[in-house]
């Protein structure tokens, strides 16, 4: 569209908006405002691409309709803010590509975080893979929470692990932690794609990992892993492709007996 300029603290004004798409306008600029939290009806609010820069303001967690919450490459700062963990009805959560930084929020008791998104499919396919799913009318619960490629650090949330219908984590390229492999990854029974590059984790993979039913993609690049990886003979028939490059990974057990996998 070719727009340019800042978002107006008066869009609190388009009261009856659902969808607000203003994606790869590059000279949309400024902060986001506070008062885009007062658009109630909003179930579509898609940001990626554009300038803006700031933090993410907190009202947004006052969107109690949204869907899709997409503000991917812009330049973003500061935290996340917690009370994206207010949006029961969230589907899509896309933060990919910005500065964002600190540690990835968990809810206590005075205060909501990530892990209250209990019904989140995705933690990652990228933006041009499934955009086109932004358009569809068909209501779902949250499929996919983008955070690779930022600068957050602390350690990964154990109670992301309560969020069972996870199909896709995506946390590559940011600054946790050195952390012992997740056990809490082998209990997510609907993960398909585990994407883990760049995120200093050590230690041994669990065996049993591979048996979830319907994993497609493990890739783990560039960590601190090692020991033996056993891939056990009940391996989930859905996948395709296991990425260990640029660990310390001493032998694969039972590789030969992989059929159909691409070992790398």
């Known amino acids: 569209m070719g727009l340019k300029g800042q978002l107006s603290r008066g869009i609190e004004q388009l009261s009856e908006l659902q969808t607000l798409d203003l ?21 579509h609010l898609i940001l990626a691409g554009c ?33 994206i963990g207010n949006l029961s009805k969230l589907d899509w959560l896309d933060l990919t590509d910005n500065n964002i930084e600190g540690t990835i929020p968990v809810s206590n008791e005075s205060s909501p975080g990530l892990d209250m998104l209990v019904q989140c499919r ?7 893979e499934q955009a086109h799913r932004f358009n569809s009318t068909s209501a779902f619960q949250l499929k996919c929470e983008l955070l690779d490629s930022n600068k957050l650090s602390g350690s990964i949330p154990s109670t992301l692990g309560l969020v069972r219908t996870l199909q896709v984590v995506n946390m590559r390229n940011n600054s946790f932690e ?8 082998s ?3 609907s993960l398909k794609t585990l994407v883990m590059e760049d995120t200093q984790l050590e230690g041994q993979i669990p065996v049993e990992l591979f048996s979830l039913p319907h994993l497609e993609t493990f890739k783990l690049k560039n960590n601190e892993l090692g020991g033996t990886l056993e891939i056990v003979t009940s391996y989930s028939s859905h996948l395709r492709l296991i990425d260990l490059q640029g660990n310390l990974i001493r032998e694969i057990e ?5 059929k159909n996998v691409q070992i790398v």
């Open 187 to 189: 209990a997510l029974w």
């Open 122 to 128: 995705h933690l990652h396919p990228s933006w041009k």
């Open 254 to 258: 039972n590789s030969t007996e992989v």
């Open 51 to 83: 300038s803006f820069f700031g933090q993410i303001p907190g009202t947004i967690g006052s969107l109690q309709e949204l869907v899709v919450l997409s503000l991917n490459s812009n330049h973003l700062n500061g935290v996340i803010t917690p009370s």
């Open 23 to 43: 994606s790869y306008n590059k000279q949309l600029t400024g902060p986001l405002p506070q008062s885009i939290g007062n658009l109630k009806k909003l179930s």
């Open 178 to 185: 050195v952390a012992h492999f997740p056990s809490w990854f």
